[in-house]
């Protein structure tokens, strides 16, 4: 781990050795909170891609356990339900030893009357020395981050972000493709990117592994995301905006189904189900547009039938799985590398 | 551990030494999955009870906790609220040194227009290695069994099976019989067999403890079962159907009663609850029948003053705590052997 | 550990060892159940503020956590919601390396059509050691000592009683005061002292600590107290009843607010939220009457805006986090105390 003359970059992307405590690591992170991906630079984001290696390298054992936070307070604060994510989170935490509390907020008297503020506070006095939360509003993590005095870990905060999401995506493409690198190629998010924390998180990170992002649903679905696109994203990081399958899918290296929330069409954004599915499913016909060996992915839960055919989603070419599986991965690497921050 | 010649027989009865991992087991324990008790041939019974008595002793020392399952994922996905099979499950799990994560679908939104398929597959992805499953549509864990690598238990599955809860309601009745026979002991289920995987299950562990199994209740409530009592059981094992109270208690040795759903009265299968305890309730005097001795069992949780009364519930032929009890040694038993093969 | 001649008294003091085995224990603790505060000593509340300092001391270490309880079934059954007490007896318990069994009973199919002495009986059967409870009805943790093999602590019943706050509510206070005495301090409990639990168990301690306790809130809020004051606690220890704030606040040493029920206007109790804010809730102003240093408590979740304004629960007086962290660690302390008398 010693760093030589121009070696430094090379340096902020050693791998810490997973099984030891978080604070021996000596790699270049810097962050106490994951808020969102756009925190994080790209050897960050190489760092936590290089961890998460060695993470599936710690899930491939008999036993998947390492005591690297043995005997640290983990809680899971959820404002809305969603086992997919907190299960997840919770695995992590306990692979890497640590102690995991459970507060399902809404459906919790913690939240009584209580503002955001008072529960973080409280959850702190509790012991909570890392927080992985989740809330419909917007923003809601960054407000808890200014008053929590460990880490915290933004599980989905309303329609802004996702930000372990979009890491166990990259992860997932990165390993799927031989030169391990998504430059140059043609990734489509298609579906409710207006509603989606999801679509938000993965234009970061994919536009900055050089990606050709293109985004892809119903005018009302995409609704800001053309003014977005002109401007770009960070940098000046380009992506493309439309409603046309055909031009989406053309070609594409990877397509990323979004799943439909049935509100919407109550919200009048939609006409119906079927007729989405009709027009934007991705269905075994439209994905034969994009390259053979395309990639097929989807953040979970699925509607099946709807914004993918039940075929497609259990094809070949879907590494829907992978995604979750990827997903524990990273989000033991993110802990890891966090717990290291907080401590030091 | 040895086998030598005309010994096979007792060597499939040898007991794994429950501290150790399951993969040294030397036993004779094939299958992968529990789904139901039809599978287990007699000699995989014994196995399981003297693995049970294994456990009961771990459970009689001062921490009832073996390292045997250390780090394993044994995953709780329960389609149907039951705290107290959900609880079991967990104890044994822990008691074994297992990493325990519940889901409780019916709430939950892992199951949001998932398939069962997708979310198995989920679950899987998410680290279960062993999977307890309770699910209201009969047949649910055999599909589940079909894709999940590990191994699935079925916790209870519609009209079904419960393939635990008869094991554990042998392992009662062995364990307070002089010779530890049921052959030729008068066992009565009496209640809503209609409705009632217990009854199921236990008709088949009964008839193959050659025990005399007989099933009383309600005409409405035991449709069908005169036709299979006809055939009779695996093998042609016989088992008896009344409607007649008196008849099925006479001389009896065990009293089994099952719990009555409110819902069956908008069925219009039941009267009232008044009536039916009037008429089939287990009360001190019907009890009177039975031998002096016999046994009173209820599967829980009691509507007590219906199906049984609070006397009898309570009273000194009472073994339902014991149920409750052994379910806690049955189920690490079960998970013990079926990680050995798992694994190997 | 030694006692020798007139030293009696002092070692009844003695802190356990807390890092050891309960049953290590050779202080002067006698009870097996915690169900209010009533039936402690003044040494016995000693016994536990001092066993609270130890158990701070190992919530101040990197790893917070201690065998002293390992492979110990400590089961939380609670019939109302309460994520923070609920956490609270989590968080102690696992730090103590217990195995912590949630069971949220309001929702859960272990109470249908049980009663509770079944409910307890089959938790019992179910493994469990050590039993934290909460019910609605007052009282209810004694039936369930009457039937319970092991230790039960209430964790809050009714209106009735709710000791462990009642010890991390003096706990604080005696931590903030130099010479670590309530003797002759002023305490006001303010608010709706009629349905509070909270307030039942803190006269007692209060009074028995020699504090000069004054209970205000709307006369309507204060029934029956009043002749309570006229006998006095136990032991004819006095205190007193007000509806004036004025009185009650003027040169106190510690005001602790309790929770106002939206439920509680519904029962014609109380005119409006509004009105009560206005009239007793605790304001900068109203604080003011009272020593400049004076502690402000709130047992949460707080209303904030009805009976404490925002910024005197966030102000410098408060104290209200460090009772919730003080909660974990008397907690600690009373599960390792009654775990060694469980044993012994």
Redesign the interface.
Known sequence: MTVVDGETQAAAFEVPIVDSPPEAQQVGWRHRHLLDVDALSWPDIELVMRTTDAMREV?RR????VPAL????VTILFYE????TR??F??AA??LSA?V?N?A?A?????????LV?TV???????AQMLVMRHSVSGAPYLAAEIFSGSVLNGGDGWHAHPTQALLDLYTMQARFDDGSLAGRKVVILGDVLHSRVARSNIWTLTAAGADVWLCGPATLLRGFEAWAGRGAADGRRFHVTSSVDEALRDADVVMALRIQKERMAAGLLPSLREYAARYGLTRERLAAARPEALVMHP?????G?EIA?DV?AGAQSVI??Q??N??AVRMALLYLLAGTA?S
């Open positions: 899930l008999p036993i998947t356990k043995r005997g640290r307070n339900a969603s086992t997919r299960v997840s919770e695995v306990r692979n102690d509390v507060i907020a459906t919790s008297s913690v939240t009584k009357g209580e503002s008072d506070r409280t959850v702190e006095a509790l012991g979970g839960p699925m509607n099946e709807v039940a989603a799985e992978e979750v599986r997903g524990v401590r």
